[in-house]
């Protein structure tokens, strides 16, 4: 075998193998969390419902693909080997000559970046099959290409080896449609190029194919179009393609499939002049090599890499499990990540800072340089306080952990509602904003594994049995989430074992609150904030007091913090406070003249003390600038939380 | 040979079985239950636990057996047990070794119903619509239709919303629906021309809302609303729908103008709906004073558990298009009860609207129930036997004032399903039954609600694609104002 033939034939597949990895092992909760945006079931009401849409079967076998995403080296080994097989079907469908074997992988390019690139987007999604089917699609689209090939090359009657690529074309847009959408559409104008661009039947035969396929392009979907109540006419093109519920988003995400479209009706007609042109040209590594890292590098530069992203979609995994020390161990773990990095960005800046000439060219720097500090998002801070909550850790340990509001690197800022509203309302004991945030998730973007669990988990918290058990019913026609819907079972008929079992345990005690009118507006970290600052509910538990006194801290209101210090000391009946809320109580007696006056720890006295005087040697220029320094020297306490970490955008 | 392999294979009543001396477990709940003669089969599940299952229902000498937990009845064999006007029913289960014979049932065929109705289709959500759709249904078969379904206008910026379908005297060539928002309008057929109107003028609330269509002059009553909506935080009443101002107007078709009715500003008037011959609007009303700033809104929601609606009447001359002296129906108000929907039997006779504790959205008031008084004597009543402890709320009265079909959340507090009741003789109802499905798990599995159930003695024959590219192409006409209550 020559050099060249070992390098296109193991190259793509080493890449494969590369891609396998980087998403098993380094994307696990990128697909676990896109598997839990998604559903299949195995119902027959389910498959009527998506097949009511044109491209209904795609999503169908899309849905069902995303499932083994729950074991995401399952679920990317499947991905993986759709796509060599759409590299592979794409070279011997348009016959693309050995040497320029690796134009057949542009469209596995393409497909791939469509899914790596998503980021934030996964969780605005319309359609829950968008990481399978346009894999499934384009591969489809190959069939009547192939087919027509086939025809040509069999039938040496001229009437047959023209009426058969003419029926093809047509009946293939004509039936598929339904079923494939627009996938079936490029299927047909593909194959028309092909006939277009082969060496038979006469040119006129060949013209007469080609309008056949574009008029099917054209009518089919109009025709169809009557027979549905569940598109507009201009979407009637675009049937089958992923949707994202933001319009500016739109182009963006359907870029890499109307490429890969224009790759299948491009190429026909590129094919036969590579072919003239494959004598001349040398046989080397390189010749091969090139395009490899060409494709490589535009993989890299589009793939979604937000090291918050990630660590957020890992916390969301751990929340759902009630895996609460997993949880803030996710978040620990990316604040040590970045402590090297951090170094580094605080010397080349000051480096930078010392040879600047005036406080405009320092600003400058100090601005330049705040991405390059970590800093978490707030959905990372209220997955970790949460956590820290349920841990009885929270007014310990949370005032002495990172902080912040980095915003979300994405085109359009996701609220945090769709994120993970249900998630913080059903543990804080909202449970109507839980339906309330299930249902609009559910409206605007479907239903999902996840959705069902939340409603299943909010039906058992309310006590509405029938209603869980209709979710419950779902779930059970899953393949990953009947055992979770058993367990649930169980619990609607047995309080007592409720109030022992995560996350029932930690929910029960929080739902001593009055009730009252609300509206979160959809930002769930200032209504969270709000509902536990509102009055004092008359049977408040010592764990509603907890969370009302952390919130309290965090809003940094301190006739709020007295008031709610009140009730923790009473309902906790603790010996010696926590020394964050120490720190906060001897702020505020010394910001307010009629302060509690608390016995306070020699190391809270003295840390306080030494505040003051870093603050009088250390004078701050800007806040930006003197954050990172004061940190490191106080990053753990309540007044560096007090004074630095202020003005935050929840979202 | 074959024919007695396959009479070995079907299922035959055993030979002996236990008694259970009790009824069937099945769903929905058919048993003992009267329905309309060209009602669709009665297709159910029976949820009892067994290994086995035989059904058999007998109408005369026609008998039906199936072997199957689910009852699925062939519609042409239902015809045929239908005829007798009863048909038994019988259901056996194999359970721990034996066969168990539980208390046979009577299902009774009883007055014919419309054969349409339609309503909307909607998730129980709290502000999005993506997806809405308004549904004709045959009710004599399974067959379904979309009217009108707002995904073939909105796009991902553009959201409608669709509500309140309602026809003049049960017939579709006048009929009416409202388009909100994006390309909106009330969209009208009047004699089976489209229409869409801009009911809003600068001297009215909002644009027209709840409908009334006049029995026999070209008028639609429409409430005018201001409404907010609010979600409680610890309740199992979800959600709170409030008036913030109501009114209610007078459409004039012919002239398309708008006049007012009522607009007390110191009281919430709403949902009206006509008597039979139209010379009386029947509406709900609530006092309230609070005073027109900024706080109102706010306010509202704090007031809203004290916000009760008294049913009231208005004399109206459709000749001369002039109202009488409102009067007080029923001051529920005083019984700490809210009343809403008001509703006219085809008779004249019996006036049905749901009543709960207060308020105005008794969609998320579980303890809405539904009431019936008698117009002639003024006597009411809480209609228990058609009620359940999950809400139950709007209703429509067939065209021959036989049957009511009425929206409830009684089986999962959650999916507003259809049920059906027949009025009987002394003005009480028979059994309530759910609306059959093909499926008969239909309503457990399917994740949608149905709202507005009306009656229509024929289907809507304008084409979703029609009502689609006139909403697209048209647009709303706007209503003139009339500034005198009548001529």
């Known amino acids: 075998m020559s050099i060249n033939k070992k390098v296109t034939k193991y190259l793509p597949l080493m890449l494969a193998a590369l891609l396998w990895a980087v998403l098993a092992f380094h994307e696990t909760s990128y697909l676990r969390k896109i598997e839990d945006l998604s559903l299949f079931l195995f119902d027959r009401l389910f498959v009527i419902e998506t097949l009511r849409v044109p491209g209904g079967l795609l999503g169908l076998a899309g849905s069902f693909l995303t499932q083994f995403l729950h074991l995401p080296w399952l679920g990317s080994l499947i991905w993986v080997l759709l796509l060599i097989a759409s590299a592979a079907l794409t070279s011997k469908a348009f016959k693309i000559p050995e040497r320029f074997r690796f134009l057949s992988f542009i469209p596995a390019i393409l497909l791939i970046i469509s899914n790596t690139s998503l980021g934030y987007g996964i969780f605005i999604m319309r359609v829950q099959d968008h990481f399978f089917s346009p894999t499934l699609g384009y591969l489809l689209s190959l069939v009547p290409v192939i087919a027509v090939r086939k025809e040509l090359s069999c039938n040496h009657q001229a009437s047959a080896g023209f009426i058969m690529p003419l029926a093809t074309v047509v009946l293939w847009a004509a039936i598929m449609y339904p079923f494939a959408g627009i996938w079936a559409l490029a299927g047909t104008l593909a194959a028309g190029v092909c006939v277009l661009t082969s060496s038979q039947p006469g040119r006129g035969k060949r013209i007469a194919v080609l309008s056949a396929s574009a008029a099917s392009f054209i009518i089919i979907p109009i025709l169809y179009y009557n027979l549905y109540t569940s598109l507009r006419l201009a979407d009637a093109w675009t049937a089958g393609l992923p949707e994202i519920s933001d319009d500016n988003w739109m182009s963006a995400v359907r870029a890499p499939y109307y490429l890969a479209i224009v790759f299948s009706i491009v190429i026909p007609i590129i094919v036969p002049k590579l072919t003239k042109k494959d004598s001349d040209l040398k046989d080397s590594i390189l010749w091969h090599a090139i395009p490899a890292a060409v494709y490589v590098l535009f993989v890299w530069i589009f793939w979604f890499n937000d090291s918050n992203f990630r660590t957020e979609l890992s916390m969301s995994i751990a929340v759902d499990n009630a895996e609460w020390q997993q949880t803030v161990n996710l978040f620990t773990d990316a604040t040590k990540k970045h402590a090297r990095s951090d170094a580094r960005a605080y010397k080349s800046r000051t480096a930078k800072i010392d040879k600047a000439g005036g406080n405009d060219q320092i600003s400058d720097i100090v601005e330049r340089y705040q991405n390059r500090f970590f800093e978490p998002t707030r959905t990372m801070v209220m997955y970790r306080d949460l956590a820290l909550l349920k841990l009885d850790k929270a007014l310990n340990l949370s005032f002495t952990m990172k902080d912040g509001g980095r915003q979300q690197k994405s085109r359009t800022q996701i609220t945090m509602a769709y994120q993970s509203g249900k998630q913080f309302y059903l543990n804080y004991g909202l449970e109507n904003m839980c339906y309330r945030w299930c249902m609009e998730d559910i409206i605007e973007h479907g239903w999902s594994y996840g959705t069902h669990k939340y409603m299943t988990m909010y039906a058992v918290v309310t006590g509405e049995k029938e209603l869980a058990l209709k979710h419950i019913g779902k779930l059970s026609k899953t393949l990953f989430y009947r055992k979770w819907a058993k367990s649930q079972e169980k619990l609607l008929s047995d309080r007592s074992l409720l109030a022992q079992t995560e996350p029932y345990k930690g929910i029960l005690p929080m739902l001593c609150f009055d009730d009252h009118m609300s509206n979160d507006m959809a930002k769930p970290e200032l209504f969270v904030m709000n509902h536990f600052a509102k009055a004092q509910p008359d049977n408040a538990t010592a764990e509603y007091d907890r969370a009302a006194l952390l919130f309290a801290m965090r809003s940094q209101d301190i006739s709020k913090f007295w008031e709610r210090l009140y009730y923790y000391i009473n309902s906790n009946k603790i010996n010696k406070l926590p020394i964050p809320v120490q720190e906060a109580a001897l702020l505020y007696s010394s910001l307010e003249k009629d302060g509690m006056e608390l016995p306070y720890d020699k190391s809270v006295t003295d840390g306080y003390n030494n505040f003051n005087k870093y603050v009088s040697s250390h004078p701050i220029r800007s806040m930006e600038e003197s954050m990172y320094p004061y940190s490191l020297k106080f990053g753990k306490t309540f007044q560096y939380y007090y004074y630095f970490i202020r003005n935050l955008k929840t979202y | 040979m074959s024919l007695l392999v396959l009479a070995a294979c079907s299922p035959h009543v055993p030979d002996s079985a236990r008694p259970q001396n009790c009824a069937p477990v099945i769903f929905p709940d058919y048993t003992d239950v009267t329905v309309p003669s060209n009602i669709a089969p009665l297709n159910f599940s029976i949820t009892q636990n067994g290994s086995r299952y035989l059904t058999v229902m007998t109408g005369g000498t026609e008998k039906y057996v199936t072997g199957s937990n689910k009852v699925v009845i062939p519609a042409r064999k239902w015809n045929k047990l239908k005829q007798q006007g009863k048909i038994g029913v019988e259901i056996y289960v194999y359970n721990d070794g034996q066969w168990n014979a539980f208390n046979p049932f009577t299902i009774t065929l009883s007055d014919e119903i419309d054969p349409y109705i339609s309503y909307r289709v909607i998730m129980p959500s709290i502000e999005s619509y993506e997806r809405l759709s308004i549904n004709q249904r045959d009710v004599t078969s399974f067959r379904e239709k979309v009217i009108y379904a707002n995904q073939m206008v909105q796009d991902s910026d553009n959201g409608q919303c669709i509500n309140c379908h309602h026809y003049r005297n049960y017939t579709t060539s006048n009929m009416q629906f409202h388009a909100r928002q994006y390309l909106g309008g009330t969209i009208m057929v009047i004699d089976n021309d489209l ?293």
């Open chain 2, 195 to 487: 229409r869409k109107v801009n009911l809003k003028t600068d001297s009215t609330i909002s644009a027209g809302v709840y409908p009334a269509w006049h029995p026999t002059h070209d008028y639609i009553a429409y409430s005018t609303n201001k409404t907010h909506q609010s979600i409680r935080s610890a309740d199992h009443n979800r959600v709170e729908v409030t008036d913030e101002e109501s009114d209610l107007i007078l459409y004039d078709i012919r002239n398309n103008a708008v006049s007012v009715i009522e607009n007390d500003s110191s009281q919430f008037e709403c949902y009206p709906a006509w008597s039979p011959d139209g010379r009386m609007l029947y509406y709900v009303s609530a006092r309230y004073d609070a005073p027109f700033d900024s706080k109102r809104k706010d306010q509202v929601f704090i007031n809203s558990s004290e916000i009760r609606y008294d049913l009231y009447r208005k004399p109206f001359d459709p000749d001369t298009r002039t109202w009488g002296e409102s009067e007080m129906l029923y001051e529920c108000s005083l019984d700490g009860m809210s009343a809403t929907l008001p509703r006219v039997s085809p008779d004249g006779r019996w006036l049905m609207f749901s009543m709960a504790p207060y308020g105005v959205f008794h969609i998320w008031h579980r303890q809405s129930n539904l009431w019936v008084m008698d117009l002639k004597d003024g006597s009411m009543r809480c209609a228990d036997e058609i009620n359940s402890p999950e809400v139950e709320s709007y209703h429509s009265w067939s065209s021959n004032g036989k049957w009511v079909i009425f929206s409830t959340r009684r089986e999962d507090g959650a999916y507003t399903r259809l049920y059906i009741s027949h009025l009987e003789a002394d003005g009480t109802f028979s059994k309530p039954f759910a609306l059959p499905q093909r499926d008969p798990d239909f309503n457990k599995e399917f994740l949608y609600s149905f709202n507005i159930p009306e009656f229509m003695k024929e289907p809507v024959r304008i084409s979703p694609k029609k009502f689609a590219s006139f909403i697209s192409g048209t647009e709303a006409a706007p209503a003139r104002y009339e500034s005198k209550r009548g001529k």
